[in-house]
């Protein structure tokens, strides 16, 4: 039998954007257009497993990017002390999903091997590319590979029984996505493959890309490995605190349960 995980959306900070700027192509929508900064926490009996660890302050400081809540703070208010993490997946290096990796000193790290390249690769000469990336984020990394802590593989991977690792590449060359088993079925936590819910909807993805094609198929693949739409969680869409806020009551403030059932009336139509 498959085990299965409780899983945590937490709201660590948010921006408010143009909304036409979160589209590839215009979309045709005016005005303004929250975008959350958003981590993960699977957790069952034997792992507490990290998806993503938010933006350093430092690195919010200098771009304008208020932290509402530090990612250890968000953990123990959930009674989970940094410790206790038993792993973190790393969905790609942008400075809002790879902060903070020294707070987790126990854990095992768990990243693409196609994103610690690109991340220090020459492309990384070019500001056009280098300016989603904290040199320090990158830098821990590497000085924690030397730890042995970390574990670079190569597309799809079985963390543990119930977390699935998938390499969908298109924002970031090695950006992955997780597949997880609940109570209600697979999750996709599908990170920057889909920032919103109306990027998967309209076929228009995020501007942010490295590869259109890869971004495209992207989107079939996160539809594939969900158990149905309302099984897909975007990256950075407030809608998520909305969707699951009703059957998250006793969860704090800016955290919802997505083990659990969707508000009917919200959830998104098949594609």
């Given at each position: 039998?498959?085990?299965?995980?409780?899983?945590?959306?937490?709201?660590?900070?948010?921006?408010?954007?143009?909304a036409?700027?979160?589209?590839?192509?215009?979309?045709?929508?005016?005005?303004?257009?929250?975008?959350?900064?958003?981590m993960?926490?699977?957790?069952s009996?034997?792992?507490?497993?990290?998806?993503?660890?938010?933006?350093?302050?430092?690195?919010?400081?200098?771009?304008?990017?208020?932290?509402e809540?530090?990612?250890?703070?968000?953990?123990?208010?959930?009674?989970?002390?940094?410790?206790?993490?038993?792993?973190?997946v790393?969905?790609?290096?942008?400075?809002?999903?790879?902060?903070?990796?020294?707070?987790?000193?126990?854990?095992?790290?768990?990243i693409?091997?196609?994103?610690?390249a690109?991340?220090?690769?020459?492309?990384?000469?070019?500001?056009?590319?280098?300016?989603?990336?904290?040199?320090d984020?990158?830098?821990d990394?590497?000085?924690?590979?030397?730890?042995?802590?970390?574990?670079?593989i190569?597309?799809a991977?079985?963390?543990?029984?119930?977390?699935?690792?998938?390499?969908?590449?298109?924002?970031?060359?090695g950006?992955?996505?997780?597949?997880?088993?609940?109570?209600?079925?697979?999750?996709?936590?599908?990170?920057d493959?889909?920032?919103?819910?109306?990027?998967?909807?309209?076929?228009?993805?995020?501007p942010?890309?490295?590869?259109?094609?890869?971004?495209l198929?992207a989107?079939?693949?996160?539809?594939?490995?969900?158990?149905?739409?309302e099984?897909l969680?975007p990256?950075?869409?407030?809608?998520?605190?909305?969707?699951?806020g009703?059957?998250?009551?006793d969860?704090?403030?800016?955290?919802?349960?997505?083990?659990?059932?969707?508000?009917?009336?919200?959830?998104?139509?098949?594609?």
């Amino acid at each position: 039998m498959t085990a299965t995980y409780e899983v945590i959306a937490i709201r660590l900070g948010h921006v408010d954007r143009v909304a036409r700027d979160n589209f590839l192509n215009d979309p045709h929508i005016s005005g303004s257009m929250r975008l959350d900064f958003d981590m993960w926490v699977l957790r069952s009996e034997a792992r507490t497993v990290l998806v993503d660890t938010g933006f350093s302050p430092e690195a919010g400081k200098r771009r304008g990017r208020v932290l509402e809540r530090h990612p250890v703070e968000a953990l123990r208010e959930l009674g989970i002390e940094p410790d206790q993490v038993t792993d973190v997946v790393i969905t790609h290096l942008h400075y809002d999903h790879a902060g903070n990796l020294g707070d987790f000193p126990d854990a095992r790290i768990w990243i693409q091997r196609a994103e610690v390249a690109y991340a220090t690769g020459g492309h990384m000469r070019h500001p056009q590319l280098s300016h989603f990336f904290e040199v320090d984020d990158v830098c821990d990394l590497v000085r924690r590979t030397f730890d042995g802590r970390v574990r670079q593989i190569e597309g799809a991977h079985v963390l543990s029984d119930g977390i699935e690792l998938h390499q969908v590449g298109g924002h970031t060359p090695g950006l992955q996505i997780v597949r997880v088993h609940t109570d209600r079925g697979w999750v996709v936590l599908a990170s920057d493959a889909l920032h919103y819910y109306a990027n998967l909807e309209l076929k228009n993805p995020f501007p942010a890309i490295v590869d259109v094609p890869a971004m495209l198929g992207a989107f079939a693949t996160v539809v594939e490995l969900a158990d149905s739409p309302e099984h897909l969680v975007p990256g950075h869409d407030p809608d998520v605190m909305e969707r699951y806020g009703n059957d998250s009551v006793d969860l704090p403030d800016g955290m919802v349960a997505l083990h659990r059932q969707p508000t009917p009336r919200l959830m998104p139509s098949r594609h």
